[in-house]
């Protein structure tokens, strides 16, 4: 039998792993209460998101919505959209934004061509899919980087451009406030000199055999947890405001960012 697993792995800042543990602990008591079975106690930290998410046993998770349209062995179920208290925002949406040293003289993007960007990940939507996308959009010279660093993170992303180690990167702006509020000494080093565009928020997943009977249970439970009022402190510590069911369908604007980057000789980045 296919032991069930849970994460919240992909917004889970030290400060906000107690909030992490609080959401699942409400929903797995509500999935128990529509008569889940082997619903797991606690979140898997011991895993890579990318190995958790190929994981047969993913009850509840989150992804980042690069990876499940560029990467065909990726199959996930999508159950919702989530909805963050950043920049004003009142929808499923986010987007990154391009930072660089508060002292960097450079005022625009197009300043730093032939410059070096820190990346996370070269499968982040936020990290290097929508840098991309801002590039284009731009209409500005391929490639246009002379060099990407990879950083693993967003926060070690923050930490390479703030040390000189990259001059530029794009980071996912709920990423961006939790570093502001709980670590604002990191952010301080750096200023946002663009915006890319918005992209669909990092949809809550379920491995792709999930039945029908248990994505329904794991949307209600979801739902439940984000109308108690009992955790409004948790989700105000994750900025989380509201989710919106959803389908794959709801990643196609992650696709359409992708296909105008590359039609601009924006395949890669250096």
């Given at each position: 039998?296919?032991?069930?697993?849970?994460?919240?792995?992909?917004?889970?800042?030290?400060?906000?792993?107690?909030?992490?543990?609080?959401?699942?602990?409400?929903?797995?008591?509500a999935?128990r209460?529509?008569?889940?079975?082997?619903?797991?106690?606690?979140?898997?930290?011991?895993?890579?998101?990318?190995?958790?998410?190929?994981?047969?046993?993913?009850?509840?998770?989150?992804?980042?919505?690069?990876p499940?349209?560029?990467?065909?062995?990726?199959?996930?179920?999508?159950?919702?959209?989530?909805?963050?208290?950043?920049?004003?925002r009142?929808?499923p949406?986010?987007?990154?934004?391009?930072?660089?040293?508060?002292?960097?003289?450079?005022?625009?993007?197009?300043?730093?061509?032939?410059?070096?960007?820190?990346?996370?990940?070269?499968?982040?939507?936020?990290?290097?899919?929508?840098?991309?996308?801002t590039?284009a959009?731009?209409?500005?010279?391929?490639p246009?980087?002379?060099?990407?660093?990879?950083t693993?993170?967003?926060?070690?992303?923050?930490?390479?451009?703030?040390?000189?180690?990259?001059?530029?990167?794009?980071?996912?702006?709920?990423?961006?406030?939790?570093?502001?509020?709980?670590?604002?000494?990191?952010?301080?080093?750096?200023?946002?000199?663009?915006?890319?565009?918005?992209?669909?928020?990092?949809p809550?997943v379920?491995?792709?055999?999930?039945s029908?009977?248990?994505?329904?249970?794991?949307?209600?439970?979801?739902?439940?947890?984000?109308?108690?009022p009992?955790l409004?402190?948790?989700?105000?510590?994750?900025?989380?405001?509201?989710?919106?069911?959803?389908?794959?369908?709801?990643?196609?604007?992650?696709?359409?960012?992708?296909?105008?980057?590359?039609?601009?000789?924006?395949?890669?980045?250096?």
């Amino acid at each position: 039998m296919i032991r069930a697993v849970a994460s919240l792995g992909m917004y889970d800042h030290p400060a906000q792993q107690r909030a992490n543990d609080l959401l699942w602990a409400a929903i797995a008591r509500a999935l128990r209460e529509e008569g889940g079975d082997g619903i797991p106690d606690t979140l898997d930290r011991t895993r890579d998101v990318h190995a958790l998410w190929r994981d047969p046993g993913l009850l509840f998770g989150q992804a980042c919505g690069y990876p499940l349209v560029s990467e065909p062995d990726l199959d996930l179920r999508i159950l919702a959209l989530p909805v963050y208290a950043v920049a004003g925002r009142d929808g499923p949406t986010h987007r990154s934004v391009i930072v660089c040293r508060s002292d960097d003289p450079r005022g625009s993007l197009a300043a730093f061509h032939r410059s070096c960007a820190a990346v996370n990940d070269p499968r982040s939507n936020t990290g290097m899919n929508l840098l991309r996308a801002t590039i284009a959009r731009d209409a500005l010279p391929a490639p246009f980087f002379d060099t990407i660093v990879r950083t693993g993170s967003h926060r070690e992303s923050v930490i390479a451009v703030g040390t000189a180690r990259a001059d530029i990167a794009a980071i996912d702006e709920v990423t961006h406030a939790a570093l502001a509020r709980f670590e604002p000494d990191l952010v301080a080093r750096l200023r946002i000199i663009a915006s890319s565009p918005d992209s669909p928020t990092l949809p809550f997943v379920t491995a792709a055999t999930t039945s029908d009977d248990m994505v329904r249970k794991l949307r209600t439970a979801l739902g439940r947890a984000i109308a108690d009022p009992a955790l409004a402190d948790v989700r105000a510590t994750l900025f989380l405001t509201g989710v919106v069911p959803a389908d794959a369908d709801a990643l196609t604007p992650i696709v359409a960012r992708e296909t105008a980057a590359v039609g601009a000789g924006h395949a890669a980045l250096a």
